[in-house]
Antibody, heavy 120, light 110 residues
Framework: QVQLQESGPGLVKPSQTLSLTCTVS??????????WSWIRQPAGKGLEWIGH???????NYNPSLKSRVTISVDTSKNLFSLNLSSVTAADTALYYC????????????WGQGTLVTVSS | QSVLTQPPSVSGAPGQRVTISCTGSSSNIGAGYDVHWYQQLPGTAPKVLIY???NRPSGVPDRFSGSKSGTSASLAITGLQAEDEADYYC??????????FGGGTKLTVL
């Protein structure tokens, strides 16, 4: 059973960079036809895809966030990471990491989510 | 503003049938990309309800069904139960190389 666990600061100051890590257990991040995604959900609102990464290192980002987002992967540690720069209060949300089945573009496993608040 | 459009809310009495629509465009649903549906119970991560337009994962009751036509898709729930009260999201892929979600629909069981 694959499990994903987000980790990182729960509080980030405006204009700083939000950094989160997703550790994958129960399977190798490099095996199978999957890609690895970050998705966020502001309180009381809907899901927003942030971007994703293939284990080759290739990435795709939400056009609305592209200028501020970097997603990277460390296959030796079985984890992938999110950096979101120049954050504002609008970036306050529950951040999920997720596994996506490549052939379906279907999210089959989600982390439990981590709340990140942007505030001074 | 979400790329896929869903009604903000739907409601129905126990035992009734409700449908939730998901409208996209020629760059996502209309381009032939599959539509998936997720159910999100309060305080939990979403879970797959329907994948590939109309397929149910094992364990999902056959009261849930999905369909797709043109640039739209629909989720139908028959025999509504109190436990179905949740948020529902559609998801597809877009030619801009991005995953896209609907804005979500809150289902209230009256």
């Amino acid at each position: 059973q694959v499990q994903l666990q987000e980790s990182g600061p729960g509080l980030v100051k405006p204009s700083q960079t939000l950094s989160l890590t997703c550790t994958v257990s129960g399977g190798s991040i490099s095996s199978g036809s999957y890609y690895w995604s970050w998705i966020r959900q502001p309180a009381g609102k809907g899901l927003e895809w942030i971007g994703h990464i293939f284990t080759s290192g290739s990435t795709n980002y939400n056009p609305s966030l592209k200028s501020r987002v970097t997603i990277s992967v460390d296959t030796s540690k079985n984890l992938f990471s999110l950096n979101l720069s120049s954050v504002t209060a609008a970036d306050t949300a529950l951040y999920y990491c997720a596994r996506v089945i490549g052939s379906w573009d279907l999210v089959d496993y989600w982390g439990q989510g981590t709340l990140v608040t942007v505030s001074s | 503003q979400s790329v896929l459009t869903q009604p903000p809310s739907v409601s129905g009495a126990p035992g009734q049938r409700v449908t939730i629509s998901c409208t996209g465009s020629s760059s996502n649903i209309g381009a032939g990309y599959d539509v998936h549906w997720y159910q999100q119970l309060p305080g939990t991560a979403p879970k797959v309800l329907i994948y590939g337009n109309s397929n149910r994962p094992s364990g999902v009751p056959d009261r849930f069904s999905g369909s797709k036509s043109g640039t739209s898709a629909s989720l139908a729930i028959t025999g509504l139960q109190a436990e179905d009260e949740a948020d529902y999201y559609c998801q597809s892929y877009d030619s801009s190389l991005s995953v896209v979600f609907g804005g979500g629909t809150k289902l209230t069981v009256l």
